[in-house]
């Protein structure tokens, strides 16, 4: 492989995703907070979004202008920054000489967006190894959202995360991230390289994919917390069979109070596992005798190793077979075959089973001979033998 092109094609569509997954956890960690605290998560939120859009507007620069520098040595130690608004005048200075130059002419809003990151990660980062006391991340994230949207206060005096202020960081992020990942693929088509690639199912392709059609980090998340909410209505209350459900519903439940239930979902849909739920857990855990055994079955909940319907693959294999061997047990065990046959997870053999099925059910309505039911049966079962 030719090293420029491994270079901005294997290497620049890593980076994509490294830069995604710190985006997403920004993006996420922004959505957990009601009100801007002065804490550790501000400083997170930052930090993460800072190195997500660093990384991109990298990624840019390699596409788009590393062919003007006379060195790959020289193009390295240019990237060697941490100013976004550097970054973006660079990117700026080429792509606004292009008809793309509208991927590259930000509000002013955005504008701001790029001071705050990189007066936070050249200022702020580690302001508080200084003796002299300066503005941290959490002085500066107020001032951008008080100089860009209106503003209300906790009774802490605390910025309130509204709905405008969302979509003030929502609108801002993912307006950034569509039109750089727009100039990743311009870019990679330019170069005839793969960097605007990305894997399937992760952080990164989250962030970009959505954006592309609406360019707000926040409904993204809605649209996930959604989803989950979803699904727990559908476990909840569904009437579904399958041998994972059976295995859940035959583990004796905790009697959790259930008046937590509903704050509970709210931090889970956060991402959070709340700490009171652990506490609520270990209290329960004191009253049972066989802790190892209950560890053994809940650490199966969850764990895709776990095959559950493979036991009742075997049971309907052993009852086939003891119909062969004994014909007049067909009458009772075919509509327990056909019962336990729901809870395999193989398709082949439900489809099977239920066709064998269907045919006894019309050889006894016709009261025809059982003979061809007992050769299907014997047929499946040497399928299987084999």
Avoid at 120 to 143: A, G, L
């Amino acid at each position: 492989m030719d090293e420029l092109f491994r270079y901005k094609s294997t290497n620049m569509a890593f980076e994509l995703d490294i830069a995604g997954e710190f985006l997403y956890r920004g993006i996420r960690e922004f959505d957990t907070l009601k009100a801007v605290h002065n804490n550790a998560q501000v400083f997170m939120i930052l930090y993460n979004i800072a190195v997500g859009i660093e990384r991109i507007q990298k990624i840019i620069c390699v596409l788009w202008t590393m062919d003007q520098y006379e060195s790959d040595t020289e193009f390295e130690k240019s990237l060697i920054t941490h100013s976004h608004m550097d970054l973006q005048k660079r990117i700026s200075s080429v792509v606004s000489k292009t008809e793309y130059k509208k991927l590259v002419e930000f509000e002013p809003r955005i504008n701001s967006f790029f001071r705050l990151l990189t007066e936070f990660y050249n200022s702020c980062r580690y302001m508080r190894y200084n003796v002299q006391e300066s503005k941290s991340e959490y002085d500066k994230i107020c001032d951008f959202i008080k100089e860009n949207t209106e503003i209300e206060y906790n009774l802490n005096g605390d910025i309130l995360l509204t709905k405008k202020v969302r979509k003030l960081w929502g609108r801002v992020i993912g307006t950034i991230v569509r039109n750089y990942y727009e100039l990743i693929k311009i870019g990679s088509f330019k170069n005839n390289v793969y960097a605007y690639e990305l894997n399937p199912d992760s952080s990164a392709q989250k962030v970009l994919w959505r954006f592309e059609d609406n360019p707000n980090c926040s409904t993204m998340l809605e649209d996930e917390k959604t989803s989950l909410k979803e699904f727990l209505v559908y476990y909840r209350n569904n009437k579904d069979k399958n041998a994972f459900l059976k295995f859940v519903d035959e583990i004796e439940p905790l009697e959790y109070d259930p008046a937590f239930t509903n704050e509970y979902i709210e931090l889970l849909c956060h991402g959070e596992i709340p700490q009171q739920l652990v506490d609520e857990t270990e209290y329960l855990y004191e009253d049972i005798k066989d802790v190892k055994n209950r560890l053994e079955l809940i650490n199966c909940v969850g764990n895709t190793m776990c095959d559950f319907g493979f036991c009742y693959t075997l049971r309907c294999i052993e009852i086939i077979q003891g119909i062969i061997e004994s014909p007049e047990k067909l009458e009772t065990e075919i509509k327990v075959l056909s019962d336990l046959v729901e809870y395999t997870d193989d398709d082949e053999l439900i489809n099977n089973i239920n066709t064998i099925k269907r045919h006894y059910d019309d050889n006894v309505e016709n009261e025809l001979r059982m003979e061809d039911i007992i050769s299907e049966l014997n047929d499946l079962y040497n399928e299987y033998k084999r």
